[in-house]
């Protein structure tokens, strides 16, 4: 079963906006972890916040966790072209495995 | 110096065929895994093996079998072929193992066609 769920599905903005993502879940986690998509690519590993962590920073992005309301939230600040991409959230709980929600499709516009 | 790379990249086949998809890692990770990717971009896990021991079958029809000679390989063989299985297949490693938790590292996907 789907263990993420990511909220927009699709988001555009213009270059140099900040674009927010969020993430929802629904059992107990070790830790929740973001990774980009290029179009047509596999998936890259952005950040990864542990269950006793409530904020995260590396460069231009920033994530939150939530565990009391089993959310995430991903903020890209300053977007820019190369950041157009599909964006997944992924659970990793005790089952040797990660799961991954449907993901945001995100586009910076020039 | 691919970290995980995974052959072919495409794939286009009939109806009932056998094919397979071969996947490797350099990393010295322990734990390898298929995940199929539908066409709305939604990704599911298949399969994880720990160490080459069959850790995780996600309910995969057992048309599909995965088989990992040793620690740095974990393939994908699909027998008859249904059109259903057309999809991109990514294979992914991590240095997951008791009490370690980190990132995982995907491969660049197989893109599975099926006519």
């Known amino acids: 079963s789907q263990q993420g769920e990511e909220d927009p599905q699709a988001l555009s903005i213009q270059e140099g906006e900040n674009a927010t993502m969020n993430c929802s879940y629904k059992t107990s986690i070790n830790n929740l972890q973001w990774y980009r998509q290029n179009s047509g690519r596999g998936l890259v590993h952005l950040i990864l916040i542990r269950s006793n962590e409530r904020e995260k920073h590396s460069g231009r992005l920033r994530v939150t966790l939530d565990t009391s309301k089993k959310s995430s939230s991903l903020l890209i600040t300053a977007s820019r072209a190369a950041d157009t991409a599909s964006y997944f959230c992924?659970?990793?709980?005790?089952?040797?495995?990660?799961?991954f929600g449907a993901g945001t499709t995100v586009t910076v516009r020039a | 110096d691919t970290a995980v790379s995974q052959t072919p990249k495409y794939l286009v086949t009939q109806m009932g065929n056998d094919k397979s998809i071969k996947c490797e890692q350099n990393?010295?990770?322990?734990?390898m895994y298929w995940y199929k990717q539908d066409s709305k971009k939604f990704l599911k896990i298949m399969f994880s093996y720990n160490n080459k021991e069959l850790i995780i079958n996600e309910t995969v029809p057992n048309r599909f079998s995965p088989k990992s000679p040793d620690k740095a390989h974990l393939n994908l063989h699909i027998n008859s072929l249904e059109l259903g299985d057309s999809a991109v297949y990514f294979c992914?490693?991590?240095?997951?193992?008791?009490?370690?938790?980190?990132?995982?590292?995907f491969g660049q996907g197989t893109r599975l066609t099926v006519v």
């Open positions: 992914a490693s991590s240095p997951l193992g008791l009490g370690v938790r980190t990132e995982a590292f």
């Open positions: 992924a659970t990793d709980a005790d089952d040797y495995k990660l799961s």
């Open positions: 990393l010295g990770h322990d734990t």
